[in-house]
């Protein structure tokens, strides 16, 4: 699997972003999919995660209520929407997919995407 992460920009607090991640060569369908980020000099954080059939996602405490992820299985897509961008979301955003025993843990994803930076200015 392949996963092409696209989306990522400067913006200002307040301004919205649309991440997208095409995936090729896999099983898209049936794996769970999400992001996770990676502030400068800290550890890579879960973000949000979506199952295969994309009726159950979960999301951190730290955007829940601003983003949105959702997935197109007929395109093999994976998107987060995110609203009402804060300084704290600037970081390096990284799309996964896999089959996760723990959703929110970055080893349990067996595919990532080179990553998307984005950064959020006052």
């Known amino acids: 699997v392949q996963l092409q992460a696209s989306g990522g920009g400067l913006v200002q607090a307040g301004d919205s972003l649309r991440l997208s991640c095409a995936a090729s060569?896999?099983?898209?369908?049936?794996?769970?999919g999400g992001w996770f980020r990676q502030p400068a000099g800290k550890e890579r954080e879960f973000v949000a995660s979506i199952r295969w059939a994309g009726g159950s996602v979960d999301y951190s405490d730290s955007v829940k209520g601003r983003f949105t992820i959702t997935r197109d299985n007929a395109k093999n897509t994976i998107d987060l929407q995110m609203n009402r961008l804060k300084l704290d979301d600037t970081g390096v955003y990284y799309c996964?997919?896999?089959?996760?025993?723990?959703?929110?843990?970055?080893?349990?994803?067996?595919?990532w995407g080179q990553g998307t930076q984005v950064t959020v200015s006052s």
């Open positions: 996964v997919m896999g089959f996760p025993g723990y959703y929110d843990s970055p080893a349990d994803y067996d595919h």
């Open positions: 060569g896999g099983l898209f369908s049936r794996s769970a």
